[in-house]
């Protein structure tokens, strides 16, 4: 490209050697002067043609939420920085949660020779591949990219206990399947292997496992129900951090019935209160 702005120069110069005599030594001066580049303005303009912006340097992989350096650089079409852009950049991201952080709008200076780091400049949130392009303000067709950051879950910092049912039947058989979810602080989901300890915190019960590692952010357990009707509390945890789940035992069907109140001791011929229950075939109160 530039061959070609120095092919247009040297027919101006020609043009303007063959329109005026040979002999006036100012014009053939000043056709010399476009041919070697001497006329600085539009030298400069030519030879700050830029071919790409370059961005590099961000963590790959960077976790959730951390802090990177960026750097951009002004590459000309022929390869070498561009020591003499002062051009305009504004930085922007695939990223499109609101706490992702980039460097504001930057008006390159004669110090930055062409390369400029911002540190600490970028944070990205969202988990997977993400990238950060810089484009000159002045031409859109002047850009660049690091593509293909990946960026991983922070730590657990929220778990979610849920079950497919909220009610059992406290029949030692009855189940429900328990999923637990957990997520960083910005709601990626965690990274594989991360380890849910699960247990009964009242109502009794049995739990399939009680260590499970996580897959796609989520550990599943099966809990079965004991026998007696009530209230079960089961609870997930993992690095600290904690949730649980109340499922409810109701009796089953009942099967015969209890007596109770009678008066006792109690005298021949002598009356009492007495109270039915029918009772399932665990002594639950079917109500």
Do not use: C
Not at 169 to 187: K, M, P
């Amino acid at each position: 490209m530039k061959n070609k702005f120095l092919i247009i120069l040297v027919i101006i110069a020609l043009s303007i050697l063959l329109t005026y005599p040979l002999y006036d030594e100012k014009l053939e001066e000043k056709a010399l002067g476009y041919i070697l580049g001497t006329q600085t303005n539009l030298f400069l303009k030519i030879t700050a043609i830029l071919d790409k912006l370059e961005v590099k340097d961000i963590n790959d992989p960077i976790q959730a939420g951390q802090l990177s350096n960026v750097t951009v650089s002004a590459v000309r079409q022929d390869g070498p920085v561009a020591a003499d852009y002062r051009g305009t950049i504004t930085l922007t991201s695939s990223d499109a949660h609101a706490q992702v952080l980039l460097p504001a709008d930057y008006t390159f200076t004669e110090a930055d020779a062409g390369i400029h780091t911002f540190a600490d400049g970028v944070r990205l949130i969202t988990a997977g591949e993400q990238s950060v392009t810089a484009t000159d303000t002045s031409s859109i067709n002047i850009y660049g990219s690091q593509e293909n950051i990946t960026v991983l879950p922070g730590p657990a910092a929220k778990i979610t206990l849920s079950s497919d049912k909220s009610s059992l039947t406290a029949n030692g058989s009855d189940q429900a399947i328990l999923t637990a979810i957990l997520e960083d602080q910005y709601g990626n989901k965690v990274a594989d292997g991360t380890v849910v300890e699960f247990k009964i915190i009242a109502g009794g019960g049995s739990l399939s496992q009680t260590s499970v590692a996580t897959v796609n952010g989520q550990a599943q357990i099966t809990y079965t129900a004991g026998s007696v009707a009530g209230v079960a509390t089961i609870e997930a945890s993992s690095s600290g951090i904690k949730a649980d789940i109340a499922i409810t035992l109701t009796a089953g069907s009942a099967n015969h019935l209890g007596v109770s109140d009678i008066k006792s001791p109690i005298s021949a011929g002598e009356a009492s209160d007495v109270k039915a229950k029918a009772l399932d075939r665990y002594n639950n109160t079917d109500t």
